[in-house]
């Protein structure tokens, strides 16, 4: 305990609790330089070390440069030699976001460029969304069976994005178990989602079973890092289909926001509701007791989770996410050049309006960013070829790279709340991501097949 005293009265590390408050230059420089440097370093060395194919069986697994990143990243997170700063962690976690969203608004450009595309496999995009209901059918027996009670609702209805929250508080309440079933699936997917679903797709792709473009579409259900990890697994098996690949993937995670909320609210949620109570109808009596094991760990507040979020100024996180993708870019091509300065310029004044309309319309910064950007790069906008001649140089597997980087350095702190947590929720987890992603790819794989 007396070794613990010292960190609660560090100015970089715990204050200021008044967000009004700013910390001083040098607090500030012992965050974001360590941040800035570590996260160059380590965004280099994972592209240095490249894709590694690995057999396993059935198939090949492709560890990207993505996945070396968030590994090299969890590493310095997690290491107790020098311990990474808790301030820098926070920073890290949520210029993650702001790094998403540089990747969305660079596939909302293949987006565009594919349109035709889109409209033409339109039923199995929409389609496939109904593989998140095969999550509930999966994973609450599970999650029932492990002592998980109400929670499993939260839990498995979904695969736990930001909306979920919204859609299990308005329905049960904010401080329900529900709420923090929710709570418990959505710490663990920004853990280990994206490295999960990741090496799930690439052993599907290996396999040779599956229409690369079903992949496509079920990478697209997770988060913007889930479907990053994924798509671009898919394009490691398939380097000649990587422009439709992506933008299939982009289009379905932007569906999955769009149609998951109805989805959710309708169909979902009172199905998961009906499923447990046919499951639990000889047990409801002891439910209380039984599950306050599971939920005594998952008291987590979305005040203690946001307030990063309100103490750094996003034109911060933004340059700290666009350096880091500059340097992956770089190592990626082996050489510092300025061919992709120009296209990652553009790609930062659509994420700034983006940002903009959040700050003061109140509409989804990762929503404006991509259509204006997709409306830009459509066939028949006037300056798409303009448009899409200054991009081409972006690739989008190094942007990854950056994200996952960042992701693994803010891991630390995600870490010790996934283990208060508790173990139940690894297995329940790993069920959920696995069966949202593989009913989509089936779903779309057959509606593909009948097309």
């Known amino acids: 305990m007396r070794s613990r005293a010292p960190r609660s009265v560090t100015p970089p590390e715990k204050h200021p609790k008044n967000l009004s408050e700013k910390p001083s230059m040098r607090s500030r420089a012992r965050l974001w330089i360590p941040l800035l440097l570590v996260g160059a370093l380590l965004t ?52 993650m976001q702001i790094g998403v969203l540089l990747l969305t608004t660079r596939l909302a450009f293949m987006v565009g460029e594919n ?4 409209v033409q496999v339109g039923p199995a995009l929409v389609l496939q969304e109904i593989g998140n209901l095969a999550t509930i059918l999966i994973a609450m027996p599970l999650a029932v069976l492990l002592g998980m009670r109400r929670a499993s609702v939260g839990a498995t209805f979904s695969i736990g994005r930001e909306g979920s929250f919204a859609m299990v508080g308005e329905r049960y309440g904010t401080e329900s178990r529900e709420i923090r079933g929710v709570l418990a ?46 798509s671009n697994a898919v394009v490691a098996q398939f380097p000649g289909m990587e422009g439709e690949i992506l933008a299939l993937a982009a289009m379905s995670n932007l569906l999955s926001s769009a149609l998951g909320l109805y989805i959710g609210v309708y169909v979902a949620l009172p199905l998961a509701d009906r499923f447990y109570r046919l499951l639990t109808r000889r047990r409801r009596a002891d439910e209380g007791e039984q599950a306050e094991e599971f939920l005594s760990g998952v008291e987590v507040s979305a005040q203690k989770v946001e307030a990063p979020v309100q103490r750094v100024h996003p034109a911060a ?17 082996g050489a510092v050049t300025l061919s992709a300065l120009p296209g990652m310029g553009l790609i930062v004044v659509f994420v700034v309006l983006g940002l903009l309309a959040r700050r003061f319309l109140r509409i989804s910064a990762i929503v404006t960013a991509m259509t204006l950007a997709m409306a830009a790069s459509t066939p028949w906008s006037p300056v798409a070829d303009t448009v899409l001649a200054l991009v081409e140089p972006v690739a989008f597997l190094p942007m990854t790279t950056s994200v996952l980087v960042l992701a693994g350095l803010g891991l630390g702190r ?3 709340i996934l283990r208060s947590v508790g173990w139940k929720i690894v297995p329940v987890g790993l ?13 779309a794989q057959g509606v593909l097949g009948v097309g």
């Open 44 to 95: 280099v060395l994972a592209e240095l070390i490249g894709a590694q194919e690995v057999g396993v069986g059935i198939g090949t697994l492709t560890l990207l440069p993505l996945i070396w990143g968030l590994l090299l990243g969890a590493t310095v997170s997690l290491q107790k030699v020098r311990p990474f700063p808790e301030g820098a962690q926070r920073i890290a976690s949520v210029a």
């Open 115 to 118: 349109l035709d595309l889109l």
């Open 185 to 230: 699936i959505y710490i663990f997917g920004t853990v280990f989602g994206a490295l999960w679903i990741g090496l799930l797709a690439s052993m599907l792709a290996g396999t040779g079973w599956f229409n690369p473009l079903a992949l496509a579409m079920g990478s697209g259900v997770g988060s913007g890092s889930m479907m990053a990890a994924a």
């Open 317 to 333: 996180l933004l340059a700290l996410s666009t350096v880091l993708t500059i340097a992956a870019l770089w190592a990626h091509d």
């Open 414 to 416: 995600d870490a010790r």
């Open 431 to 443: 069920a959920v991501f696995t069966a949202t992603f593989l009913a989509s790819v089936l779903i």
